[in-house]
Protein backbone atom coordinates (compact mmCIF):
# COMPACT_ATOMS: atom_id res chain seq x y z
CA UNK A 1 0.00 0.00 0.00
CA UNK A 2 1.07 3.48 -0.74
CA UNK A 3 2.59 5.62 1.51
CA UNK A 4 2.16 9.27 1.29
CA UNK A 5 5.33 11.27 1.26
CA UNK A 6 5.28 15.30 0.48
CA UNK A 7 6.52 16.20 -2.53
CA UNK A 8 12.87 4.34 -25.71
CA UNK A 9 11.15 1.08 -26.61
CA UNK A 10 9.50 -0.85 -23.44
CA UNK A 11 9.63 -4.78 -24.99
CA UNK A 12 10.66 -7.15 -22.95
CA UNK A 13 12.10 -10.57 -24.14
CA UNK A 14 8.96 -13.45 -23.74
CA UNK A 15 8.27 -15.49 -20.90
CA UNK A 16 10.63 -18.45 -20.60
CA UNK A 17 8.50 -21.47 -20.79
CA UNK A 18 9.32 -23.05 -17.95
CA UNK A 19 6.96 -25.26 -15.43
CA UNK A 20 5.77 -22.79 -12.61
CA UNK A 21 6.54 -24.08 -9.09
CA UNK A 22 3.18 -26.40 -7.46
CA UNK A 23 0.70 -23.06 -6.54
CA UNK A 24 -0.58 -22.15 -3.73
CA UNK A 25 -0.60 -18.98 -1.45
CA UNK A 26 2.10 -19.92 1.08
CA UNK A 27 4.72 -20.51 -1.91
CA UNK A 28 3.10 -17.31 -3.87
CA UNK A 29 4.02 -15.31 -0.96
CA UNK A 30 7.24 -16.94 0.26
CA UNK A 31 8.67 -16.65 -3.05
CA UNK A 32 7.74 -12.82 -3.91
CA UNK A 33 9.01 -11.46 -0.74
CA UNK A 34 11.98 -13.91 -0.94
CA UNK A 35 15.68 -11.95 -1.22
CA UNK A 36 16.12 -12.88 -3.80
CA UNK A 37 13.25 -10.64 -5.79
CA UNK A 38 15.20 -7.94 -3.98
CA UNK A 39 11.95 -5.83 -2.64
CA UNK A 40 10.06 -6.22 -5.96
CA UNK A 41 10.57 -2.23 -6.40
CA UNK A 42 9.46 -1.17 -10.02
CA UNK A 43 12.21 -1.11 -12.73
CA UNK A 44 14.77 -3.31 -11.00
CA UNK A 45 15.53 -6.98 -12.20
CA UNK A 46 13.68 -8.14 -8.70
CA UNK A 47 10.32 -6.30 -9.73
CA UNK A 48 10.74 -7.81 -13.00
CA UNK A 49 11.58 -11.52 -12.06
CA UNK A 50 8.52 -10.71 -9.78
CA UNK A 51 6.03 -10.33 -13.27
CA UNK A 52 7.52 -13.56 -15.22
CA UNK A 53 6.68 -15.05 -11.70
CA UNK A 54 2.92 -14.17 -12.19
CA UNK A 55 2.72 -14.19 -15.79
CA UNK A 56 3.78 -17.61 -15.87
CA UNK A 57 1.08 -19.04 -13.56
CA UNK A 58 -1.16 -17.71 -16.50
CA UNK A 59 0.37 -19.46 -19.07
CA UNK A 60 0.20 -22.35 -16.90
CA UNK A 61 -3.84 -22.16 -16.65
CA UNK A 62 -3.83 -21.48 -20.10
CA UNK A 63 -5.38 -18.16 -19.69
CA UNK A 64 -4.44 -15.20 -22.32
CA UNK A 65 -3.27 -11.89 -22.08
CA UNK A 66 -5.31 -9.17 -23.18
CA UNK A 67 -2.64 -6.39 -23.82
CA UNK A 68 -1.77 -5.48 -27.46
CA UNK A 69 2.19 -6.25 -28.41
CA UNK A 70 4.13 -3.20 -29.67
CA UNK A 71 5.07 -4.63 -33.54
CA UNK A 72 5.14 -3.15 -36.94
CA UNK A 73 1.87 -4.01 -38.10
CA UNK A 74 -0.50 -3.42 -35.48
CA UNK A 75 -3.50 -5.31 -36.17
CA UNK A 76 -1.58 -8.43 -36.28
CA UNK A 77 0.19 -7.76 -33.21
CA UNK A 78 0.22 -10.65 -30.96
CA UNK A 79 -1.55 -10.15 -27.26
CA UNK A 80 0.80 -10.18 -24.46
CA UNK A 81 0.00 -10.10 -20.41
CA UNK A 82 1.95 -6.87 -20.10
CA UNK A 83 1.08 -3.40 -20.62
CA UNK A 84 4.60 -1.16 -20.19
CA UNK A 85 4.25 2.33 -19.07
CA UNK A 86 7.37 4.54 -18.52
CA UNK A 87 8.00 5.94 -14.95
CA UNK A 88 11.32 8.12 -13.42
CA UNK A 89 13.19 6.95 -16.27
CA UNK A 90 12.65 3.40 -16.01
CA UNK A 91 10.31 1.14 -17.28
CA UNK A 92 6.93 -0.52 -15.12
CA UNK A 93 4.88 -3.16 -16.33
CA UNK A 94 1.00 -4.23 -15.09
CA UNK A 95 0.16 -7.84 -15.83
CA UNK A 96 -3.45 -8.45 -17.41
CA UNK A 97 -4.82 -11.47 -17.78
CA UNK A 98 -8.65 -12.51 -19.29
CA UNK A 99 -11.06 -15.22 -18.12
CA UNK A 100 -13.77 -15.16 -20.73
CA UNK A 101 -16.99 -15.08 -20.05
CA UNK A 102 -19.10 -18.43 -20.51
CA UNK A 103 -22.54 -16.05 -21.02
CA UNK A 104 -22.80 -15.10 -24.69
CA UNK A 105 -25.12 -12.14 -23.63
CA UNK A 106 -22.78 -11.10 -20.95
CA UNK A 107 -19.24 -11.35 -21.77
CA UNK A 108 -18.82 -8.40 -22.98
CA UNK A 109 -19.11 -7.05 -19.28
CA UNK A 110 -16.09 -7.05 -16.89
CA UNK A 111 -14.99 -7.34 -12.90
CA UNK A 112 -11.83 -6.12 -12.91
CA UNK A 113 -10.16 -8.02 -9.81
CA UNK A 114 -7.04 -6.25 -8.78
CA UNK A 115 -4.01 -6.39 -6.68
CA UNK A 116 -0.11 -4.19 -6.46
CA UNK A 117 3.12 -6.28 -6.52
CA UNK A 118 5.03 -3.94 -6.08
CA UNK A 119 7.05 -3.06 -2.86
CA UNK A 120 10.02 -0.69 -1.58
CA UNK A 121 13.21 -2.65 -2.45
CA UNK A 122 15.87 -1.07 -0.74
CA UNK A 123 15.04 2.25 -0.70
CA UNK A 124 13.84 4.72 2.31
CA UNK A 125 11.61 6.26 0.63
CA UNK A 126 8.76 6.09 1.78
CA UNK A 127 9.92 3.38 4.25
CA UNK A 128 8.58 3.64 8.14
CA UNK A 129 12.13 2.51 9.53
CA UNK A 130 14.41 4.89 7.98
CA UNK A 131 17.12 4.01 10.25
CA UNK A 132 17.63 0.90 8.73
CA UNK A 133 18.75 2.75 5.92
CA UNK A 134 18.95 0.55 2.10
CA UNK A 135 17.94 -2.70 4.50
CA UNK A 136 15.75 -4.79 2.18
CA UNK A 137 11.85 -4.32 2.64
CA UNK A 138 10.32 -7.44 1.74
CA UNK A 139 7.02 -6.62 1.74
CA UNK A 140 5.17 -10.16 2.76
CA UNK A 141 2.02 -8.55 2.99
CA UNK A 142 2.58 -5.22 1.38
CA UNK A 143 1.95 -6.91 -1.18
CA UNK A 144 2.78 -10.23 -2.18
CA UNK A 145 -0.33 -11.32 0.36
CA UNK A 146 -2.47 -9.75 -1.89
CA UNK A 147 -0.91 -11.17 -5.22
CA UNK A 148 -0.83 -14.12 -4.00
CA UNK A 149 -4.59 -14.06 -3.03
CA UNK A 150 -5.30 -12.60 -6.72
CA UNK A 151 -3.15 -15.79 -7.95
CA UNK A 152 -5.67 -17.89 -6.00
CA UNK A 153 -8.76 -16.51 -6.80
CA UNK A 154 -7.67 -16.52 -10.68
CA UNK A 155 -6.98 -20.58 -10.35
CA UNK A 156 -10.45 -20.90 -9.10
CA UNK A 157 -12.34 -19.01 -11.83
CA UNK A 158 -10.56 -20.74 -14.36
CA UNK A 159 -11.56 -24.17 -13.47
CA UNK A 160 -15.03 -22.28 -12.97
CA UNK A 161 -15.79 -19.56 -15.32
CA UNK A 162 -18.46 -16.75 -14.58
CA UNK A 163 -21.21 -15.38 -17.16
CA UNK A 164 -19.64 -12.33 -17.46
CA UNK A 165 -15.39 -11.97 -18.10
CA UNK A 166 -13.40 -11.01 -15.46
CA UNK A 167 -10.29 -9.13 -16.07
CA UNK A 168 -7.09 -10.16 -13.32
CA UNK A 169 -4.75 -7.25 -13.53
CA UNK A 170 -1.66 -6.88 -11.13
CA UNK A 171 -0.69 -3.14 -11.02
CA UNK A 172 2.81 -2.19 -10.85
CA UNK A 173 4.24 1.34 -8.95
CA UNK A 174 1.59 1.58 -6.47
CA UNK A 175 4.38 2.38 -4.14
CA UNK A 176 5.09 5.72 -6.42
CA UNK A 177 1.45 7.27 -6.65
CA UNK A 178 -0.76 4.18 -8.03
CA UNK A 179 0.68 4.48 -10.81
CA UNK A 180 0.08 1.11 -12.70
CA UNK A 181 -3.71 1.14 -12.10
CA UNK A 182 -3.66 5.12 -13.25
CA UNK A 183 -2.13 3.61 -16.57
CA UNK A 184 -4.64 0.70 -17.30
CA UNK A 185 -7.76 2.49 -16.08
CA UNK A 186 -6.50 5.32 -18.92
CA UNK A 187 -5.21 2.83 -21.12
CA UNK A 188 -7.78 0.08 -20.61
CA UNK A 189 -8.08 -2.48 -23.25
CA UNK A 190 -12.10 -2.93 -22.61
CA UNK A 191 -14.43 -0.14 -22.81
CA UNK A 192 -14.49 1.33 -19.31
CA UNK A 193 -18.08 1.67 -19.51
CA UNK A 194 -18.12 -2.11 -19.62
CA UNK A 195 -16.21 -2.49 -16.24
CA UNK A 196 -19.42 -3.30 -13.84
CA UNK A 197 -17.14 -3.43 -10.70
CA UNK A 198 -13.24 -3.16 -9.32
CA UNK A 199 -12.48 -5.74 -6.73
CA UNK A 200 -8.97 -4.72 -4.70
CA UNK A 201 -6.76 -6.66 -2.66
CA UNK A 202 -4.12 -4.66 -0.58
CA UNK A 203 -2.32 -5.77 2.59
CA UNK A 204 -4.82 -8.65 3.13
CA UNK A 205 -1.88 -11.02 4.99
CA UNK A 206 -2.68 -10.13 8.69
CA UNK A 207 -6.08 -11.34 9.30
CA UNK A 208 -7.01 -10.92 13.17
CA UNK A 209 -9.88 -12.56 14.54
CA UNK A 210 -11.54 -13.43 11.31
CA UNK A 211 -12.23 -9.97 10.80
CA UNK A 212 -12.13 -8.17 6.90
CA UNK A 213 -12.11 -4.87 6.58
CA UNK A 214 -13.82 -3.63 3.20
CA UNK A 215 -14.17 -0.54 1.42
CA UNK A 216 -16.85 0.35 -0.75
CA UNK A 217 -17.34 2.94 -3.37
CA UNK A 218 -20.67 3.59 -3.25
CA UNK A 219 -23.24 4.75 -0.53
CA UNK A 220 -25.85 2.76 -1.79
CA UNK A 221 -26.76 -0.45 -0.02
CA UNK A 222 -26.61 -3.07 -2.67
CA UNK A 223 -22.70 -3.71 -2.73
CA UNK A 224 -21.87 -3.33 0.81
CA UNK A 225 -25.39 -6.18 1.04
CA UNK A 226 -22.68 -8.22 -1.56
CA UNK A 227 -20.23 -8.05 0.74
CA UNK A 228 -22.15 -9.17 3.62
CA UNK A 229 -23.51 -11.33 2.37
CA UNK A 230 -20.41 -13.27 0.95
CA UNK A 231 -18.34 -12.67 4.53
CA UNK A 232 -21.25 -13.95 6.49
CA UNK A 233 -21.53 -17.02 4.50
CA UNK A 234 -17.65 -18.04 4.71
CA UNK A 235 -17.91 -17.16 8.72
CA UNK A 236 -15.71 -13.55 8.37
CA UNK A 237 -16.87 -10.68 10.19
CA UNK A 238 -16.55 -7.54 7.76
CA UNK A 239 -15.88 -4.47 9.10
CA UNK A 240 -16.73 -1.13 6.68
CA UNK A 241 -14.42 1.63 6.81
CA UNK A 242 -12.59 4.46 4.47
CA UNK A 243 -9.00 3.84 6.30
CA UNK A 244 -7.56 3.03 2.93
CA UNK A 245 -9.03 5.60 1.14
CA UNK A 246 -6.89 7.44 -1.61
CA UNK A 247 -4.24 4.81 -0.53
CA UNK A 248 -4.67 1.97 -2.56
CA UNK A 249 -5.38 0.94 -6.64
CA UNK A 250 -9.35 0.92 -6.02
CA UNK A 251 -8.80 4.56 -6.21
CA UNK A 252 -7.58 5.27 -10.12
CA UNK A 253 -11.10 3.19 -10.38
CA UNK A 254 -13.35 5.30 -8.09
CA UNK A 255 -12.20 8.69 -9.82
CA UNK A 256 -13.52 7.65 -13.08
CA UNK A 257 -17.35 6.19 -11.70
CA UNK A 258 -16.29 2.37 -11.61
CA UNK A 259 -17.68 0.81 -7.82
CA UNK A 260 -15.41 -1.04 -6.27
CA UNK A 261 -14.53 -2.69 -2.90
CA UNK A 262 -11.19 -2.51 -1.38
CA UNK A 263 -10.23 -5.32 1.25
CA UNK A 264 -7.66 -5.13 3.46
CA UNK A 265 -6.63 -6.82 6.75
CA UNK A 266 -5.52 -3.73 9.04
CA UNK A 267 -2.28 -1.91 9.54
CA UNK A 268 0.18 -3.09 11.83
CA UNK A 269 4.03 -2.25 13.24
CA UNK A 270 5.71 -4.12 9.94
CA UNK A 271 4.20 -2.01 7.29
CA UNK A 272 6.79 -0.55 5.25
CA UNK A 273 9.55 -2.14 7.59
CA UNK A 274 12.23 -4.37 6.28
CA UNK A 275 10.23 -6.67 9.10
CA UNK A 276 7.35 -7.24 6.74
CA UNK A 277 8.52 -11.04 6.50
CA UNK A 278 6.47 -14.01 5.36
CA UNK A 279 6.86 -15.84 8.17
CA UNK A 280 4.34 -13.47 9.73
CA UNK A 281 1.43 -14.06 7.28
CA UNK A 282 -1.90 -15.70 7.92
CA UNK A 283 -2.16 -18.00 5.17
CA UNK A 284 -5.39 -19.53 6.16
CA UNK A 285 -6.25 -15.46 6.76
CA UNK A 286 -5.71 -15.12 3.06
CA UNK A 287 -7.97 -18.52 1.91
CA UNK A 288 -10.38 -16.73 3.97
CA UNK A 289 -10.10 -13.04 2.16
CA UNK A 290 -10.49 -15.21 -0.80
CA UNK A 291 -13.37 -16.95 -0.15
CA UNK A 292 -15.53 -13.76 0.36
CA UNK A 293 -13.88 -12.25 -2.59
CA UNK A 294 -15.01 -15.27 -4.61
CA UNK A 295 -18.54 -14.93 -3.34
CA UNK A 296 -18.32 -11.51 -3.85
CA UNK A 297 -17.72 -11.52 -7.51
CA UNK A 298 -19.62 -14.61 -8.37
CA UNK A 299 -22.69 -13.02 -7.76
CA UNK A 300 -21.51 -9.80 -9.57
CA UNK A 301 -20.55 -11.34 -12.30
CA UNK A 302 -23.39 -14.17 -12.59
CA UNK A 303 -26.10 -11.92 -12.01
CA UNK A 304 -28.85 -11.69 -15.51
CA UNK A 305 -28.79 -8.09 -14.36
CA UNK A 306 -26.08 -5.87 -14.77
CA UNK A 307 -25.22 -5.33 -10.69
CA UNK A 308 -26.24 -1.86 -9.40
CA UNK A 309 -24.42 0.31 -6.69
Given amino acids: MVFWTAGGS ?9 PPPAPGI ?54 TYFQFFKIDGSVGQNIVV ?12 YVVVGAHYDHLGHSPRGALDP ?5 LRPGADDNA ?19 RSILIVHFDAEELGLVGSGVFVDHSPVPRESIILMVNFDMVGRMRDKQLIADVSSTGDATRALVDSAAS ?5 VRFSSETAGRTDDTRFKRVGIPTISLFTGFHGDYHRA ?30 AQPRS
Wanted: proline share 6%; glycine share 8%; aromatic share 4%.
Fill in 26 to 79: ATDVAYLSSPKLDGRATGTAGGDSAAVYIARQYEHLRLPGIIRAECKAPPECAM
Fill in 145 to 163: SGTAALLELARRFAAHPLR
Fill in 131 to 135: EAGAR
Fill in 10 to 18: CARSAVPPQ
Fill in 275 to 304: TDVASRINVAGIEWVVDVAEAVVRAAANKT
Fill in 98 to 109: LIPGVDSSLRNQ
Fill in 233 to 237: ATGVH
